[in-house]
């Protein structure tokens, strides 16, 4: 059962330039898109999110882009930071009648930024 | 900033044994929630809860297993008769409303011998 997949498990990068981690979706009945950070030893930690009716949300150095047609979304860092070397999960909720809203998460990608 | 806090941070329990995983949501928060990820493996749901009830539970969460809010601040999960398979990372969550996200504590490690 993988609605939601990373397919890349790692991504190194150089500071200062752009990370791109991608996720895809299969169920398109998602309508809420979330990224999380994590650290070792550390629960995941909220970072930006964005509903279907939008394709871009942005917040400071994270950007998150939304395809629907492709059902793909990806979370751009802009610039890239040695402290932004973490676990990066994409997760994905329904709307549904009981509020349950259950997160639906994919395997994540281990980013590392490199002085 | 608030955050929801999990204790303990590591439980060793024999297998057979009861455990009782505790949690203190966001105080103005309404949806709760149960997630586990076993070792190297994505993490998993297992049951949420509303309004004083569970208002959805996965395959996972069988009859072993049990929520309760005792009271205005705790979240509780109860395994009655623990697995060595149930050896996982026990995150609990929460959030404010409908599309908004749930914010995590930092886990309880189970390690069941």
């Known amino acids: 059962d993988q609605q939601v997949k990373q397919n890349s498990p790692s991504l190194s990068v150089q500071e200062g330039r752009i990370s791109i981690l991608n996720c895809d979706y299969t169920n398109s009945m998602f309508d809420y898109f979330l990224w999380y950070k994590k650290y070792p030893a550390e629960g995941p930690t909220f970072l930006i999110s964005i509903s279907s009716i939008k394709d871009k949300n942005e917040d400071g150095r994270f950007t998150v882009f939304l395809n629907k047609s492709a059902k793909h979304l990806s979370l751009h860092i802009v610039p890239s930071q040695p402290g932004d070397s973490a676990v990066y999960f994409c997760a994905a909720s329904a709307d549904d009648q009981g509020g349950s809203e259950k997160l639906v998460f994919g395997k994540g990608t281990k980013l590392t930024v490199n002085p | 900033e608030p955050e929801v806090t999990q204790t303990p941070s590591h439980q060793v329990t024999q297998m057979g044994q009861e455990v009782i995983l505790r949690c203190v949501p966001i105080?103005?928060?309404?949806?709760f929630y149960w997630y586990r990820q076993i070792l190297g493996q994505k993490v998993e749901f297992l049951v949420s809860?509303?309004?004083?009830?569970?208002?959805?539970k996965s395959e996972i969460f069988d009859d072993q297993f049990s929520v309760e809010r005792p009271d205005g601040s705790n979240f509780t999960l109860k395994i009655r008769s623990t697995k060595l398979e149930d050896s996982a990372m026990y995150f609990c969550?929460?959030?404010?409303?409908?599309?908004?996200?749930?914010?995590f504590g930092d886990g309880t490690r189970l390690s069941i011998l």
């Open positions: 809860f509303y309004n004083n009830e569970i208002s959805e």
């Open positions: 969550a929460s959030r404010k409303d409908r599309n908004q996200p749930q914010h």
């Open positions: 105080s103005n928060h309404l949806y």
